[in-house]
């Protein structure tokens, strides 16, 4: 395309229409027009941002890499403007450029900037306002993009919690329906049996007793499987063949054998095998409700613990705020990912904390990005995360601490910086910790970083009373 028709086509873009001629003149001067063929690259992710671009015509996609797919973030139509700007501090693209169709440009180098503004007044006006719009609506996409994310990860961490418990629900619940389909048969066996009041007392008294101490679940592996074997072996010494079923149920719930002794002995070699059998439907269905009941307390503990996380049911005021519950909720919605990393935690947590004020919503968006990040700097497994409270003058202290890889000191002082962020495209905006850092200084506090190969430490320290 020739310079008129090129000056021509430019002047026909609204957006160029109060610009005077010699303005348009000059730019075309000193600028470039390249043609790009249909699903032509025009520039990658990392190249350096040097020259205004105007689309003459065609159509050219914005996209960046999310999971090895590209994701569309916007697209430069015919009359546009995109690119280097001036007085804009933007070096490298943070994404791709792909025409969609057979597409012409034209390009002006940003060595040229200086001469643009002293030459090119209301145009230079033109492109900074065009400049103020594009960090608006870049930074309100980027902070959208950074709540999505952090939705994912709730969603994905409720949705990966709440899924064991409810399969322990159906599991458990299909396995009551099976067992009790069994009932019938028992019961003819019981009321056949031939017992007297006192041992009615006796059985009565064993089985409800075991019930009532329920199953003790902190004994160690190797005491089970002692416990199991002991069982199994006098099972299958008085009669029983396939027995594990059985003595896993027994083990459940702390019956030795001296309890099979003191149970035959006080039964009788006629009635125990009814007996037995009676005490075994007794203690399989308690333990299946059993199951049921706590797979049923953890979701709902779930729940509990993302009303309190958003603090949805209260309003956005500073109030009396628990730093240990905040944690706690935190620690649980992010539970998923400190079994999956193989993490573990040590809270070192100082006794009768007092509440500070704060506004308790916002300040889990701190613990959350925070040991997000953390748990990402362990993701090669088996790290430790330390989580440190405690009460220094006025204040108090939350010192988060991982064994990940560290932050190397030449990005320490900015890694505050929005936009700035040390992964993958996908994986992070860079707003994590820019956000931190404003949270803390609207509730006045002030943090900290250490950071060394093996222990990065973030440290907190928030006024009790924020005035």
Request: charged share 25%; hydrophobic share 40%.
């Amino acid at each position: 395309m020739n310079q008129p028709d090129l000056i021509n086509k430019i002047l026909s873009f609204p957006i160029f229409q109060e610009i005077p001629l010699e303005q348009i003149e000059w730019i075309v001067e000193r600028g470039e027009f390249i043609v790009f063929k249909s699903g032509e690259q025009i520039f990658k992710r990392g190249d350096s941002i040097d020259r205004l671009m105007v689309m003459i015509d065609g159509l050219v996609s914005l996209k960046i890499q999310q999971g090895g797919q590209y994701k569309e973030l916007a697209q430069i139509k015919t009359g546009e403007i995109s690119g280097a700007l001036p007085y804009s501090r933007a070096q490298s693209a943070t994404g791709n450029a792909f025409a969609v169709s057979e597409s012409s440009v034209f390009t002006l180098h940003k060595d040229h900037f200086k001469d643009l503004i002293c030459e090119c007044h209301e145009l230079t006006a033109l492109l900074v306002h065009l400049m103020t719009d594009r960090v608006r609506d870049f930074s309100r996409f980027q902070h959208q993009n950074e709540k999505l994310m952090a939705l994912g990860k709730l969603s994905a961490g409720l949705a990966h919690e709440l899924n064991n418990p409810a399969a322990a629900i159906v599991r458990s619940a299909e396995s009551l329906q099976k067992h009790l389909g069994t009932v019938p048969d028992k019961l003819k066996r019981v009321i056949s049996i031939n017992i007297d009041d006192d041992q009615i007392d006796y059985v009565n008294q064993l089985v409800f007793g075991k019930l009532h101490n329920g199953i003790i679940k902190t004994q160690s592996m190797l005491a089970r499987a002692e416990r199991e074997d002991e069982l199994t072996d006098w099972l299958e010494d008085n009669g029983y063949g396939d027995c594990y079923m059985l003595a896993e149920t027994l083990a459940d719930y702390q019956f030795e054998a001296s309890d099979l002794d003191g149970l035959k002995e006080t039964m009788g070699d006629k009635e125990f095998p009814s007996v037995l059998e009676w005490v075994d439907n007794v203690l399989t269905t308690e333990k299946m409700v059993g199951e049921i009941k706590d797979a049923s307390n953890r979701i709902s503990t779930l729940v509990n613990s993302v009303k309190n996380y958003s603090h949805m049911d209260r309003a956005g005021d500073y109030e009396p705020t628990d730093i240990h519950e905040g944690l706690r909720v935190t620690l649980s919605i992010l539970n998923h990912k400190v079994k999956k990393n193989q993490v573990k935690v040590e809270e070192q947590w100082a006794a009768n904390l007092p509440k500070i004020e704060a506004s308790p919503g916002v300040l889990n968006q701190v613990w959350t990005n925070i040991i997000d990040n953390a748990l990402d700097a362990m993701e090669d497994k088996g790290g430790t995360l330390t989580i440190k409270t405690a009460l220094v003058g006025e204040q108090v202290s939350v010192a988060i601490t991982d064994s990940g890889k560290g932050i190397p000191q030449e990005i320490q002082d900015r890694i505050f910086e929005p936009f700035f962020t040390t992964k993958d495209i996908g994986k992070g905006t860079g707003l994590g910790l820019e956000t931190v850092q404003r949270i803390i200084e609207d509730h006045k506090g002030l943090m900290s970083l250490e950071s060394e190969p093996g222990k990065t430490t973030f440290e907190f320290r928030l006024p009790i009373n924020h005035q």
